[in-house]
């Protein structure tokens, strides 16, 4: 199970420390931020313990309106359940009970000075990414038009190549010869580089070359949604090359399907314009147009 530490949130989001200075090596494994608004008036049925706690206005000003007797049982109650931490938001004061239960159970208390609802939204995001499922695969990923493309095939088939081109028009290289997949929701696979190959495109007989420094900024982009899973494979005389496709291909990829296109290679194809082809009729199918169904249609009024 991949983990992340508070030590890490606070690398990331340059809050400040208010409690709990030596807890933060202290583990966070779940991808959501939880608000402990109904634990704290007494309801634990559902209580998200192991998520980063989140205290927005509406919970910090609710603990103001009690009593010193009534504010200590509902913090009490909370934090025996030893979450990962608390982190207030708005540079909210007045927290000095927080901070002496937090003190004494040793876990992090944790000040932004960001709003509740943009902070949840950054550190939700922060935390669906770092813990998502991954893994590594061979290929190539590259982002066509704002569509994301991973491109599949033997070793030398010419992946590298075809992104190369694809640059040259434009498109942005993602990730050469090693592609870090990241399952970020149950329909949503990213694809990125594992920072060791970031920027870098490996092309035969030239060598290794770096496409931001090549080509600018503009050829590169550190993650793209992956939308597309495109397999260059070597051209087959006795095969059908012509067929309509009338049903949709898919590739799974930690129980994610992706659509799947075959493009088989022959001397003098434009492959990367293929690529882009595949690019913007996947994104018609996306706007309820197909070319097949289209066609099919011209067909029954003949």
């Not at 530490?5 to 709990?20: I, K, Y």
Request: aromatic share 8%; charged share 25%; with cysteine.
């Amino acid at each position: 199970m991949k983990t992340v530490t508070v030590q890490d949130l606070l690398n990331r989001f340059s809050m400040e420390v208010l409690a709990g200075h030596g807890q933060l090596q202290r583990m966070i494994s779940k991808p959501k931020t939880h608000r402990p608004g109904l634990e704290f008036v007494g309801y634990f049925d559902f209580f998200s313990h192991a998520h980063v706690q989140v205290l927005g206005r509406k919970e910090i000003n609710y603990l103001h309106t009690l009593s010193e007797e009534e504010r200590n049982l509902r913090i009490g109650n909370v934090v025996k359940y030893h979450p990962p931490c608390f982190v207030v938001t708005r540079n909210q004061e007045g927290l000095k009970y927080l901070t002496k239960y937090c003190e004494e159970e040793g876990i992090p208390l944790l000040r932004t000075p960001e709003p509740t609802y943009k902070f949840v939204d950054l550190m939700d995001t922060y935390l669906a990414k770092s813990l998502a499922a991954e893994i590594a695969i061979h290929g190539v990923c590259v982002n066509v038009s704002g569509i994301g493309i991973l491109l599949r095939g033997k070793s030398g088939v010419g992946k590298s190549e075809t992104a190369h081109t694809l640059i040259h028009r434009g498109h942005r290289l993602v990730a050469d010869d090693i592609v870090v997949l990241r399952k970020i929701s149950s329909e949503t696979i990213v694809g990125t580089h594992n920072g060791k190959t970031k920027e870098f495109l490996a092309l035969r007989s030239i060598g290794l070359v770096n496409v931001s420094r090549l080509y600018g900024r503009r050829a590169f982009q550190d993650e793209t949604r992956i939308v597309l899973d495109i397999e260059l494979t070597k051209w087959e005389d006795n095969r059908l090359n012509n067929e309509l496709e009338l049903e949709q291909k898919f590739t799974e990829y930690m129980d994610v399907r992706i659509p799947h296109i075959e493009i088989q290679l022959q001397p003098g194809r434009d492959v990367a314009g293929l690529v882009e082809a595949a690019a913007n009729n996947w994104y018609l199918r996306q706007q309820g147009y197909s070319a097949v169904e289209d066609f099919m249609k011209r067909l029954e009024f003949e």
